[in-house]
């Protein structure tokens, strides 16, 4: 690669979502590709980084080298002076106990109020605080072992994929979509946050949480989803000329590949 176009996405903010650091599922590879090639003045972490719920679950976890490079990663980009908010989600709560440490590195916050270029005031927050209720029990009925023989098989799929040269594809996320009951939970899901972001007089909202990264536009008001590194691969940005919108690795790549470049 040549040294003077290392940076080759050039952004006002990204938002990134639901690494699950400390997984077997986490994209770690997909997520330092994405940051060794993009800049950006903000870089928001929107919840469900690292997963403490898993690894106080399991005796031994899936850390390993390349998540501790994530963080040192993330680290370096706000040592070289780009704004990294750390917004906290379900399963990374724990770090309550460590907010102090974490604001050595981080701008820690449950919720931000980020105002774009255009001044439209946007709430940032990981969005399992407008679950609803009937929802949180689905999920949790759905959730558990079902979800992660999904990400099995995509792990299983995705390495012969690669060994014949085919992009990421993500047969768990495929299923989910053709399933009526995920597809009235998020639907509901996005519902929820809207009212409620709506209700507290913010012109647009993102979050993460779901693993679906989607974008609705209704009546002035803006709501994205992050998507998710386990999964989608994916991130909400804010493009220079102040476009919110959803990119994905294929994308990425895809622009590199042919020499399109995001402004």
């Not at 590879?29 to 997963?51: A, R, S």
């Not at 992050?226 to 994916?234: I, K, T």
Request: proline share 2%; charged share 25%; net charge positive.
């Amino acid at each position: 690669m040549n040294p003077n176009r290392a940076k080759r996405f050039n952004f006002r903010t990204v938002w990134i979502s639901d690494v699950h650091l400390g997984t077997a599922d986490s994209k770690v590879d997909e997520l330092l590709f994405f940051l060794d090639n993009m800049n950006c003045e903000n870089l928001f972490l929107v919840g469900d980084i690292i997963d403490f719920e898993y690894m106080g679950q399991s005796k031994k976890g899936q850390w390993n080298t390349k998540h501790t490079q994530v963080i040192g990663k993330i680290a370096s980009l706000s040592k070289a002076g780009i704004n990294v908010y750390y917004i906290l989600g379900n399963h990374d709560s724990i770090l309550n106990g460590s907010i102090q440490t974490l604001k050595l590195w981080f701008n820690v916050h449950n919720r931000f109020e980020y105002h774009t270029k255009s001044q439209k005031r946007i709430l940032v927050c990981h969005g399992d605080e407008f679950e609803p209720v009937h929802a949180k029990k689905l999920l949790k009925k759905i959730g558990s072992l079902g979800y992660k023989l999904l990400l099995c098989l995509d792990r299983v799929t995705n390495f012969f994929r690669a060994i014949v040269k085919l992009p990421y594809w993500s047969p768990c996320n495929a299923l989910k979509n053709k399933l009526s009951s995920v597809k009235k939970y998020i639907s509901d899901y996005e519902k929820a946050v809207i009212v409620g972001a709506k209700r507290e007089g913010f012109d647009g909202v993102i979050c993460g949480h779901i693993h679906s990264a989607n974008r609705i536009y209704e009546e002035g008001f803006v709501y994205l989803n992050c998507g998710d590194w386990v999964e989608q691969c994916s991130a909400v940005v804010e493009q220079k000329n102040g476009q919110l919108k959803i990119i994905k690795l294929s994308e990425i790549k895809t622009s590199i590949h042919e020499e399109i470049l995001f402004a």
